[in-house]
C-alpha cells in the first residue's frame, strides 16, 4: 500500500510537470530596433527552414534556434514548420548536402535567444513567452 501511495505521488508530480510544460507558449521575437511589428507563420517559417534570408521589408533577416531536442524548439517547428525533429533533420541535411542553405544558429535557451535578437535588429528568435521582456517584442505567437 505504501509503494502504490508513493507511486501515485510520483505519478501525479510527473504529470503535473508536463501539463505545465505544455502549457507554456512559444512565441517569436525580432528585436525592438526592427520596425516590422507582425509576420505571419508561413513568413517565419520559410525563414527557419531556410527559404527566406530577408524580412519581408527587404532587410536581411537570421534565424536563432534553441538546442536541438529542447521543449521550445519541437514546439516551435511543429507548429509553425508542421515538421517534426526527424522531418527537421532531413531537411536541413538535404539542403547542407547540396550547399544551398545551412541552418540556424542554436543558442542554449531563452535568455540567450533573447539577449541576441535585442541586440540586432536582423535577428529573429523564439522562446517562452515568460521569457520575453522590454528589449524584444513578440511578432508571432503560433
Known amino acids: ?9 510520483l505519478l501525479a508530480g510527473t504529470l503535473g510537470m508536463a501539463a505545465a ?6 512565441v517569436v521575437i525580432i528585436s525592438t530596433k526592427n520596425p516590422i511589428s507582425k509576420l505571419t507563420a508561413d513568413q517565419v517559417s520559410q525563414i527557419f527552414l531556410g527559404q527566406a534570408k530577408t524580412f519581408y ?3 536581411m533577416c537570421e ?5 536541438e531536442g529542447s521543449g521550445a ?3 516551435f517547428y ?7 525533429a526527424a522531418q527537421l533533420r532531413a531537411h536541413w541535411s538535404k539542403l547542407t548536402f547540396s550547399g544551398k542553405a ?3 544558429q542554436a543558442l542554449a535557451g531563452n535568455q540567450a535567444v ?4 535585442a541586440d540586432n535588429p536582423k535577428f529573429i528568435g523564439y522562446v517562452d513567452k515568460s521569457a520575453v521582456d522590454g528589449s524584444v517584442k513578440v511578432v508571432l505567437a503560433p
Open 1 to 9: 500500500m505504501r509503494a502504490n501511495g508513493l507511486f501515485g505521488i
Open 21 to 26: 510544460t505544455a502549457q507554456a507558449q512559444v
Open 57 to 59: 521589408t527587404g532587410a
Open 63 to 67: 534565424p536563432l534556434d534553441q538546442a
Open 73 to 75: 524548439r519541437n514546439e
Open 78 to 84: 511543429q507548429k509553425v514548420t508542421g515538421k517534426n
Open 102 to 104: 545551412q541552418p540556424p
Open 114 to 117: 533573447v539577449k541576441m535578437v
